[in-house]
């Protein structure tokens, strides 16, 4: 695979000289106008939605003053924990611009990589936090209207969800954009891309902070309530008795909706650029509309998930997953139209990569599929560790664990036929361009399947929300002491609503996996771009048949690093599981406290104090979140400084099979050690990401089926058992499981945005 990237390298050319490509016609460039104008749509249509959710019923006092309490503990804790964010933010842009600064074939990219850093940080953070705005409402618009219609309920909980949807990847459009524009990506498109960088780097790091704070804050409060309130007072699930369920349900908000919604912004920006960069690769084939695609197949996301949105309705007797599903085929099926006509105008008919997208949107419906069968009530799995939970905890245990390691396994076949089939799909619809390698082609063609992917994402967002407003819905009539009948209704739509949670986390896994692979590629070959730079600075001329793609196992550092990336997601699932129960413990202490310290509260008498459980559960929850994200950040800049430093000293060689005479102009034993790291983390985080999500969503989910009157109901023995295994699960289905998939992002962007580091 020596010639694997040699069509690629006029790209990188371009970095040298800013001049290089030839410009493009006002044809062309009309379809940045079209993504601009889909942006625009998308928030336009996210108004509409927020305007129908906020001008429904609002319920009665008491539903209101609960609702009240938890917007303003949501909202509080994203304040603190944004401010954290945003002073991380600020000192690792000043960083970046240094070290692109100092280094000479970047330094006049660095304004540009710190900008467009800061604003996908931004975008990212708006993303998170407005979706949160909507769903911090909708959770009492959704309980008021579960008191008449479980049709009614269901349309304004999604129509919530949608709102996040629609701005995230509005606001990944628009901001990517702007970018291109901005920084002339009219003039010269096959330059800009790679400025772009930056934009998935910022996205990627508030992601992580969103995601593992969040998910610490929500599965502290949770297991906390749980355990004291379900098991040892044996009282219900958000009982206004328990002084934790206000910052469980805050929990739903900041850790399901802002989080998720981080995530997904983080997505949809760094696999566009991917996509993008992969596109330059090819603009002597298709020009600039080659790199525009991806924007394009946001547009048609925007499109179809807003009628797919529109067209979600239910009959009370109907079961809520099925409305969600018809709306989520409607969307593919649209999207698949939408894909045929970018093919078309954009990609000159080459029905190859048509069958690549059809892949992408293929392997989506296989994710959810598959995630559906592991974590629903009606299937094998979940009802396995229902049964388990009559022997006891233990057994639940151990049921649901060998549940969870089943999981990665159809998984990991759907994601190797993908990559498989895109990449050959990619080889077949290029076979006539020249000049080309065959290597460039594939892998375009993985990239056509990763947009295919994402053209639902909008849609897959909605469900994502849909969860924790139901949630909060079921909450609030809870403690508003609604009749029986208003909390079955928000528990069937409870019910699919962990199932939807754990559908768009698989989905996230799965284009997660397909991202990293582009990425992946991209960061070989801007070592290779900076290993030519250095030999022709020094005077040499470096072999035209040479590449850095193959990275050897048998060479100490790559197998050290390679080691380190698997060791790295263990560790960090590690640390966030034990941040959520250090931060439960303190939870724990405090309600028994309440218990002890106010007999009222149990006699129903007295209020417990809300306010002192969500101040609690913030702080440790800001406090545990740097840790871990600061490891995910760092540790890929210090195994390849380290080994690009400590290499002579302690004999390491390169599996690099560059001549002699460059030995003393680059060492890349760090570039390789980077390489291994970024990519067996990444194998090693998939896997562990789909055990803890899955796995989690079953143990969740048996505890629902129990609570629908098997095997004893609410109360029972084996309800107490099947309790002690969603408490176990909680961290790792919200917590490490999917901030693992935003793991696997960041490393991969900044790596590819630091490698002049490495060399």
Known sequence: MHASFLGMGAVFATLADPLAGSTTSGTDTLYLWIAFAAGILALGAAALFARSVLSADQ???????????????????????YRTIAIMAVVLAAVLYAGYAVYPPTSDRAIKVVVSFLLG???????????????????????????????????????????????????????????????????????????????????????????LGGGIYTKAADVGADLVGKVEAGIPEDDPRNPAVIADLVGDNVGDCAGRGADLFESSAAESVGAMILGAALFPVFGIKGILFPLIVHAINIVASIIGVSSVHSKETDNPMHALNRGFYLTSFLALVGFAAGVHFLLQDRWWLLAAGVVGIITSFLFVSITEYYTETRYRPVQSIARAC????????????????????????????????????????????????????????????????????????????????????????????????????????????????????????????LAAFLLFSAYLETIHEIVKHRVEAAGFVLPLDWSFSNVNLASIPVFVGGLLGAMLTYLFS??????????????IEDVRAQFKENPGIMNGTSKPDYGRCVHIVTGAALKEMVMPGALAVLMPVVIGVLFRHLSTKFHLKSSTDLPAAFGNIVNLSGAEAVAAFLMVG?????????????????????????????????GSDAHKAAVVGDTVGDPFKDTAGPSLHVLIKLLATVTLVLAPLFV
Not at 405 to 431: D, H, N, Q, R
Not at 574 to 587: C, D, L, T
């Open 682 to 714: 990444t194998i090693s985080g998939i896997l562990l990401a789909m055990l803890m999500n899955n796995g989690g969503g079953a143990w969740d989910n048996a505890k629902k089926f129990i609570e629908t009157g098997h095997y004893g109901g609410k």
């Open 390 to 513: 009559t022997t006891g905890p233990a057994t639940n245990i151990i049921t649901g664990l060998a549940v969870g390691m089943e999981t990665p396994a159809l998984p990991v076949l759907v994601i190797s036929g993908a990559l498989l089939l895109s990449y050959y799909f990619g080889v077949k619809g290029l076979e006539d361009a020249t000049g080309i390698a065959d290597y460039a082609k594939g892998i375009y063609g993985t990239a056509i399947a990763t947009m295919g992917m994402l053209s639902s994402a909008a849609y897959i967002l909605a469900m994502d929300t849909f969860g924790p407003i139901t949630d909060n819905a079921g909450g609030i009539v809870e403690m508003s002491n609604q009749p029986h009948e208003v909390r079955d209704r928000t528990d069937r739509m409870d019910a699919a609503g962990n199932t939807t949670k754990a559908l768009t986390k698989g989905y996230a896994i799965g284009s997660a996996a």
């Open 59 to 81: 319920g009665t006092p008491e539903m209101q003053e609960i609702a009240s309490a938890i917007r303003e503990g949501a909202q509080a804790f994203m304040a603190r924990q």
């Open 574 to 587: 590690s640390m966030a599981i034990s941040a959520v129960g250090r931060a439960a413990e303190k939870v």
């Open 121 to 211: 940080a931004a975008c990212s953070g708006i993303s998170g936090y407005a979706g949160m705005f909507v769903s911090i409402r909708a959770n009492l618009r959704t309980a008021a209207a579960a008191r008449t219609s479980l049709a009614g309920a269901l349309k304004l909980a999604l129509r919530g969800g949608a709102v996040t949807g629609l701005i995230v990847v509005g606001l990944a459009l628009l901001g990517i954009s702007l970018l291109f524009l901005l920084f002339g990506g009219i003039d010269h498109p096959q330059a800009v891309p790679y400025q772009l960088v930056g934009f998935g780097f910022g996205a990627s790091l508030v992601a992580l902070f969103a995601q």
